[in-house]
């Protein structure tokens, strides 16, 4: 199983980013679907999740600027990023609880990271 992320970049405050992770190769089913970040010198934090049937939660500081969502036919989990800050500044990693067959449990898989950088 692979997660390939796109849609990082330098922004401006109060710019927009589209974060997406596709997780491709031998998937049985995915379950939850997250977006985890990490800024120099502190730990990953989650930031947003979502579940099979939609039910999403996000961590306070991005309340109601971000906006997580998912495309089950394509394995894909979206982060829209809008009215960002300095302090959204971070290496992006998506995250996966899928599973590959039925007689497995589920494990987590991650995408290589994404850099977002926002000026001020």
């Known amino acids: 199983v692979q997660l390939q992320a796109s849609g990082g970049g330098l922004v401006q405050a109060g710019g927009s980013l589209r974060l997406s992770c596709t997780a491709s190769g031998n998937i049985f089913s995915i379950n939850d679907m997250g977006w985890y970040r990490q800024a120099p010198g502190k730990q990953r934090e989650l930031v947003a999740v979502i579940g099979r049937g939609g039910l999403t939660d996000y961590t306070d500081s991005v309340k109601g600027r971000f906006t997580i969502s998912r495309d089950n036919a394509k394995n894909t989990v979206y982060l829209q990023m809008n009215s960002l800050k300095p302090e959204d500044t971070a290496v992006y990693y998506c995250?996966?609880?899928?599973?590959?067959?039925?007689?497995?449990?589920?494990?987590?898989?991650w995408g290589q990271g994404t850099q977002v950088t926002v000026s001020s």
């Open positions: 995250n996966i609880q899928g599973r590959r067959t039925m007689l497995v449990s589920s494990r987590d898989y």
